[in-house]
């Protein structure tokens, strides 16, 4: 079993920023991805940023140029570096990783102000 913690997640204006963190435990050896998940209200979970199984770093198309992921070699942790935060990005953001199965965290939210 892997345990995944995120952090880091709160109240943020529209062009601010936000870093998510989250560190994998338990049985880590083998894993082959991991990244950032999101659900927002009434929405599908989508990608958001991912170190896939195949190597490849994989963004969703609407945060390329904004967000950025770094992650250690043995994938046990992994950050999200949020930026010019737009309206649509509230949401609970969950990290993801994958061994035998694919696996989210509780996830962290993130929640636009006024």
């Known amino acids: 079993q892997v345990q995944l913690v995120e952090s880091g997640g709160g109240l943020v204006q529209a062009g601010g920023s936000l870093r998510l963190s989250c560190a994998a435990s338990?049985?880590?050896?083998?894993?082959?991805?991991m990244g950032w998940y999101r659900r927002a209200p009434g929405k599908q979970r989508e990608l958001v940023a991912v170190?896939?199984?195949?190597?490849?770093?994989i963004f969703a198309d609407s945060v390329k140029g904004r967000f950025a992921i770094s992650g250690n070699n043995a994938k046990t942790t992994v950050t999200l570096q949020m930026n010019s935060l737009k309206p649509e990005d509230p949401a609970v953001y969950s990290c993801?990783?994958?061994?035998?199965?694919?696996?989210w965290g509780q996830g962290t939210q993130v929640t636009g102000s006024p």
């Open positions: 993801y990783t994958e061994k035998d199965y694919a696996q």
């Open positions: 338990g049985s880590t050896f083998g894993l082959s991805a």
């Open positions: 170190f896939s199984s195949s190597g490849t770093t």
